[in-house]
C-alpha cells in the first residue's frame, strides 16, 4: 500500500468557496461549429470548474446535446450565438485555438487578465478563414503523437484551465 489516502467528496467540498460559484464572467468558452454534441457537454462540465460560461450556436440539435450531456444538472452559464456576428461584436480579448503560424504555444499561454473568449472551430475543417480574421489571437496546443489535432471538448478544457491559472 502507497500511503496515499484519496479525500472523500465531503472534504473535497469542505476546501472549495462556500457560494456555489456561478460564471465568473471573464472567460468564454465558444464551441461554434461542433461536430459531436458529447463536447458540449463536457465543455459545460469544465465550465463549471473553472467559472466560465459557454457559447453555443443556434442550432436545433444543441439544446438537446447540452441537456444530455450536463451531467451536474445544475444552471450553467450558456450564451445562445449567431457564431459571426457574435464573434464580431466582441470587445474582449478573442483567441482562437488552431494550428497556424505565429500561434502562442499553450505552455507559453498566461493566465487571462481580462474578459477572454475561446473559439473552437470544427473538429475536421477547423476555424472557418471569415472567424479567423475575427480573432486577436491563436493558441496552439503542441502534440507528439500521430493525430492532427484533440477533440474540441479536450483541447477547450485545455486552454480554459490554462487561462482560469488552473494549471
Do not use: F
Not at 42 to 63: F, H, I, M, S
Not at 109 to 118: H, K
Amino acid at each position: 500500500m502507497s500511503g496515499i489516502r484519496v479525500r472523500t467528496p465531503r472534504e473535497l467540498q469542505a476546501q472549495r468557496r462556500r457560494r456555489r460559484p456561478r460564471c465568473l464572467g471573464h472567460l468564454t468558452v465558444a464551441p461554434l461549429w461542433p461536430m459531436h454534441g458529447v463536447n458540449l457537454g463536457t465543455l459545460l462540465r469544465t465550465c463549471d470548474a473553472a467559472g466560465a460560461c459557454l457559447a453555443v450556436p443556434r442550432l436545433p440539435w444543441v439544446p438537446e446535446a447540452l441537456a444530455r450531456g450536463n451531467t451536474l444538472r445544475a444552471g450553467a452559464c450558456v450564451h445562445w450565438v449567431h457564431p459571426l456576428p457574435w464573434l464580431a461584436s466582441r470587445r474582449d480579448r478573442v483567441l482562437g485555438v488552431e494550428l497556424a503560424e505565429n500561434a502562442i504555444r499553450l505552455a507559453d499561454l498566461p493566465m487571462a487578465r481580462e474578459p477572454t473568449v475561446v473559439v473552437l472551430g470544427h473538429e475536421a475543417t477547423g476555424i472557418p478563414g471569415e472567424a479567423l480574421d475575427l480573432l486577436d489571437a491563436v493558441v496552439e496546443i503542441p502534440m507528439i503523437g500521430t493525430g492532427a489535432s484533440l477533440n474540441v471538448a479536450v483541447a477547450g478544457s485545455l486552454v480554459l484551465y490554462k487561462l482560469a491559472g488552473l494549471a
